[in-house]
């Protein structure tokens, strides 16, 4: 049997909990937001060379984040249950690879695609492999094992028929390819390689931080060769290249570990007041890395440059620090039913919206939301998100979720 790498409590952990929620209720409006006209550009994505970012360039950082934290926890609970090291990493790379595939598809449906070479519409396309999704990585509670079996074969077979019905490129002779990994692909990786990382190290905290250099450093050597592959148009090089990004985003993965240690190792000889210090010291660290870095590397969630990455995980670590406060010292819990279902069932929560815009876009139907501008744009997208909360809630209560 295998033994914990920490000393972190094996629980469920409401702060965490809390921010997971808020950032997948967030990252809805935000989505909603980048359709809004008339508002102040602080409420959308920075262009790639801004050297800058705005509200929503911290949300799928804090998705990584989030990843992060969760890590210490998520191995430690399956040691407990008696899981040898075999059967932990299948775990790990099988959810990694349930994340990466969706991304790869999702990415296929937004771009690449020569519509007049398949044989049915994109919208369908995507919409079948939503069902395909829910059909492979659904929880079912079906008595019969043979009949989730059954499904799960269903569901790959179906992505299957859809990655060989698949045209793509100017002509309609190419099939899907990794054009960029989408979120759910980046957050597979990142999840991935961090995994390897906190047991390679063995969850030592300090061996931790050396790998969150170690993953810049990476970044910066393989960056600067991708910069010259990009002048040469030499694709095959730019995709291996392309990899800088998995190292950018595991280093902020890395960072959500830390965190988890800072507020939650069974260290008796720690305070609650040298808790927070300790959080607070990482993120001057982290801080002053971006500064120093900057000047070099401009901040771009795009180009997921190291300014980037700190900057965004120190605020990481700053939001987490008052929600551990107000929610698990000062016990202020009830305002969590507002972002709860999103908490429980994240994956659900992030699809769901595709899904409905799948169904618009191929019926022909524009979103009333859509069409308001400036604070009403503003105001059709907290209530598009309350909306997509309250489904999500109703599907919860019929334990319709997907793995994560």
Not at 142 to 147: A, E, Y
Request: hydrophobic share 55%.
């Amino acid at each position: 049997m295998s033994t914990a790498n920490n000393t972190l409590k094996n629980q469920r952990i409401l702060s965490i909990d809390a921010f997971r929620g808020i950032t997948f209720l967030i990252m809805i409006i935000v989505n909603e937001l980048a359709g809004v006209a008339g508002i102040s550009p602080w409420l959308k994505h920075m262009p790639a060379s801004a050297d800058a970012m705005s509200f929503p360039d911290i949300v799928f950082p804090a998705f990584l984040f989030i990843v992060g934290m969760s890590i210490p926890f998520g191995i430690n609970h399956r040691i407990a249950k008696g899981e040898t090291r075999f059967t932990l990493n299948l775990h790990i790379l099988l959810r990694a690879l349930a994340l990466i595939v969706m991304g790869f598809f999702m990415v296929n449906a937004e771009d690449g695609y020569h519509q007049a070479s398949m044989s049915m519409p994109i919208q369908l396309w995507a919409l079948l492999s939503y069902l395909a999704f829910m059909l492979i990585w659904g929880v079912y509670q079906f008595k019969q094992p043979l009949l989730n079996r059954t499904l799960v074969c269903i569901g790959v077979l179906i992505l299957t028929l859809l990655a060989l019905s698949y045209r793509g490129g100017v002509d309609g002779t190419q099939s899907m390819k990794p054009q960029w990994w989408g979120i759910l692909g980046l957050i597979g990786w990142a999840y991935l390689i961090s995994c390897v990382i906190y047991q390679v190290v063995r969850g030592k905290q300090l061996l931790l931080l050396l790998a969150v250099c170690l993953c810049t450093t990476l970044y910066i050597v393989t960056h600067q060769a991708y910069t010259i592959a990009l002048a040469q148009t030499n694709q095959a090089l730019q995709f291996i290249l392309s990899l800088d990004a998995h190292a950018a985003h595991s280093s902020i993965v890395i960072c959500g570990i830390l965190c988890s240690f800072i507020f939650f190792a069974e260290d008796q000889s720690l305070s609650q007041a040298a808790r927070f210090l300790r959080a607070f010291g990482l993120t001057i660290v982290l801080i002053s890395a971006a500064t120093l870095l900057r000047p070099e590397f401009k901040i771009s969630k795009i180009y997921a440059t190291p300014s980037w990455c700190f900057y965004s995980a120190a605020i990481c670590i700053s939001v987490f620090a008052f929600l551990y406060w107000l929610i698990d010292l000062k016990k202020a819990q009830n305002w969590m039913h507002a972002v709860k279902p999103a908490a429980i069932n994240p994956l659900v929560c992030y699809l769901l919206p595709f899904v409905i815009e799948s169904i618009l876009s191929l019926t022909g139907i524009r979103s009333p939301l859509r069409s308001f501008e400036g604070g009403y744009g503003i105001l059709a997208a907290l209530i598009y998100a309350s909306l997509i909360m309250l489904a999500v809630h109703g599907l919860n209560k019929v334990n319709f979720r997907l793995k994560f």
